[in-house]
């Protein structure tokens, strides 16, 4: 019999930017509706690297939400190459930090502030093994001469694989992973390490991005690889193994920035996300597995309790717009002009 209703414990989005400003008040009620929890990236101008301006972001990002929404906004800290330890020890102290993230310079969107060289924030690191704050990961190198379809696994050989030896009680989350190799690499490491998977990655593979025309809405960093990567990541999302959990790194980038010579990184999922991973858990028929997935396997490895409400999808076959707009501003949404079969029921 065909399921029509799906109920799960209220998720949590373990990695999603929700930017600041006016795109800040359009884009935050689209994440909180759906979900309790969400750790927030810093990548701002300027990137969020003291404790002060973590609450402040904290708060901003509270006023832009319904407070009947009883959303929570988790916080992390930018590393950069002259950050202290003991600025994350204190926020994390002090219940500002959940966790710290790791941009390799000029990795990405706002990473110009990002860690040169590893080695620059070892202090930090063994700090943060010390007491236990998560380590979240950009993970891929950034040199001229590595092709962009292979920076993840470089970085997986030359960066995280020895960190990992040198400090094996680091708790790392490798984010947003798009190859088999790092599918692979999550399951043989500690339980230390876990992974988060998109709902685009699950969706897409490069020649969504490339064939028939290019098309920069498909355009994300890490870029969506061969088919086969895309396979793999679908197999570990539902296999139930609580090491790879939900972060759907929407990034709303404006349609003029996204359509253009050199346009942005990003893909704007919050509107459509828990539709779009109950779809490819529909798929993949396992369903079932998708309350793990978003709603478990995150605040076991953060340490943090499960949610206690539920949210509702309903079987509701519901087109998604073109663009979303608010003002000025004008987004193109993850899955725009599509019919999605599962629609959150709102109450
Ligand atoms: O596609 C991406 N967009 N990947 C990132 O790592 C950053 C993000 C953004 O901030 O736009
Ligand atoms: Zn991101």
């Known amino acids: 019999m065909t399921q029509n209703t799906l109920t799960l414990r209220k998720p949590d989005d373990w990695h999603v930017h929700l930017r600041d400003g006016a795109m800040l008040e359009f884009v935050a009620d689209f994440t909180a509706r759906q979900f309790a929890r969400a750790i927030v990236m810093p990548n701002l101008t300027p990137p969020v690297t003291t404790v002060d301006q973590a609450i402040a972001y904290r708060d901003r990002i509270n006023a832009a939400v319904p407070a009947e929404r009883g959303f929570t906004p ?3 800290a930018y590393l950069t190459d002259t950050i202290s330890a003991d600025e994350i020890e204190r926020g994390f102290r002090e219940g500002v930090f959940t966790a710290a993230k790791l941009y390799p310079q000029n990795a990405t969107t706002n990473s110009a502030h990002g860690v040169s060289d590893i080695a620059n924030i ?5 700090r ?6 998560p380590l979240l ?20 050989d030359t960066v995280l694989g020895p960190l990992l030896k040198e400090m094996p009680g680091l708790r790392v989350v490798l984010e947003h992973i798009t190859t088999e190799h790092s599918v692979e690499f999550v399951k043989a490491g500690s339980e230390n390490l876990a992974a988060t998977i998109t709902a ?10 490339l064939v028939g025309g290019i098309r920069p809405h498909a355009y994300c960093l890490p870029v969506a690889k061969r088919r086969l990567h895309k396979l793999a990541l679908r197999k570990a999302a539902v296999s139930g193994n609580p090491k790879f959990f939900l972060g759907t790194d929407t990034a709303p980038h404006e349609r003029h920035a996204k359509e253009s010579a050199c346009g942005c990184a990003g893909i704007f999922s919050a509107p459509v996300a828990i539709e779009s991973y109950a779809q490819t858990f529909e798929e993949e028929g396992a369903l079932g597995k998708l309350e793990g997935f978003a709603s478990e396997f995150g605040p076991a490895f953060y340490r943090l309790p499960f949610n206690e409400g539920t949210i509702t999808l309903k079987r509701q076959p519901t087109d998604i717009p073109a663009a979303l707009e608010a003002g000025d501003i004008k987004i193109v949404p993850f899955h725009a002009g599509e019919a999605m079969a599962w629609r959150l029921v709102e109450d």
């Not at 379809?149 to 470089?154: G, L, S």
């Not at 685009?200 to 991005?209: C, E, T, Y």
């Open 74 to 76: 988790l916080m992390t």
């Open 128 to 133: 943060m093994e010390k007491l236990g704050i």
């Open 200 to 209: 685009h990655h699950l969706r897409i593979d490069r020649n969504d991005m």
């Open 137 to 156: 990961v950009h993970g891929e190198v950034v040199s001229p001469d590595i092709d962009i379809f292979d920076r993840e696994a470089v970085f997986l």
């Open 122 to 126: 070892r202090p930090v690191l063994e």
